[in-house]
């Protein structure tokens, strides 16, 4: 069974930055998407962003386009979200998947593994 480990969430004011990192418990796993969703209270889960292991563009949702960035560390397993001038509405819990394929998608049932989530409030 693979785990994922969030770390990074936090307070923030309005226009700061947090950096998320996401890590795979099993080294004999490779990844081939790894992806960020978020819940915030009393809404749906939302995509926010993938990124495939053999590279090529990643995926973003559009109201995180300019503001959020999605790395990963292919050696390591991990897959970073750096994001900058956090507004109030990016208040969530944010959860990283993974996928054993290459599918590069916004839809939820097609990642396989999911971490427990890590909270991030944004003051205004």
């Known amino acids: 069974q693979v785990q994922l480990v969030e770390s990074g969430g936090g307070l923030v004011q309005a226009g700061g930055s947090l950096r998320l990192s996401c890590a795979a418990s099993?080294?004999?796993?490779?990844?081939?998407?790894m992806a960020w969703f978020r819940q915030a209270p009393g809404k749906t889960r939302e995509f926010v962003a993938a990124?495939?292991?053999?590279?090529?563009?990643?995926l973003y949702a559009e109201i995180v386009k300019g503001r959020f960035t999605i790395s990963r560390d292919i050696a390591k397993t991990t897959v970073d979200l750096q994001m900058n001038n956090l507004k109030a509405e990016d208040t969530a819990v944010y959860y990283c998947?993974?996928?054993?394929?290459?599918?590069?998608?916004?839809?939820?049932?097609?990642?396989?593994?999911w971490g427990q989530g890590t909270q991030v409030t944004v003051s205004s």
């Open positions: 998947a993974v996928a054993r394929e290459f599918l590069i998608t916004s839809q939820g049932d097609r990642y396989d593994y």
């Open positions: 990124i495939t292991l053999g590279g090529g563009s990643p």
């Open positions: 099993q080294r004999t796993f490779t990844p081939r998407t």
